[in-house]
Nanobody, 116 residues
Framework: VQLQASGGGLVQAGGSLRVSCEVSGSTFHINAIGWYRQAPGKQRELVADISNGGRTNYAEVAKGRFTISRDNAKNTVYLQMNSLKPEDTGVYYC???????????WGQGTQVTVSS
């Protein structure tokens, strides 16, 4: 499984950004695709994920501002981020929860920087 993240960048506080995760390879056993983020000096944390059946899950910091969605025809999962805050700054990683070993796949990450 390969995960290609894209779409990060620099945006002012209050602005919007969409990051994309293109999934390829043996996708049959993927249970869910999620977005995690890691700020400097902090642990990586879940932002949102979407299951194979389309069920979504959001961290408290993302509720009401971020929307995760998927386009099955393009094998791509999106994270639309609105009302961005400086504390949303970090590297955003795409993650696949896989039903077989190695159970986890990570993309290379994309930088999101929100200026105040």
């Amino acid at each position: 499984v390969q995960l290609q993240a894209s779409g990060g960048g620099l945006v002012q506080a209050g602005g919007s950004l969409r990051v994309s995760c293109e999934v390829s390879g043996s996708t049959f056993h993927i249970n869910a695709i999620g977005w995690y983020r890691q700020a400097p000096g902090k642990q990586r944390e879940l932002v949102a994920d979407i299951s194979n059946g389309g069920r979504t899950n959001y961290a408290e910091v993302a509720k009401g501002r971020f929307t995760i969605s998927r386009d099955n025809a393009k094998n791509t999962v999106y994270l639309q981020m609105n009302s961005l805050k400086p504390e949303d700054t970090g590297v955003y990683y795409c993650h696949a929860a896989y039903a077989a070993f190695p159970y986890n796949y990570w993309g290379q990450g994309t930088q999101v920087t929100v200026s105040s």
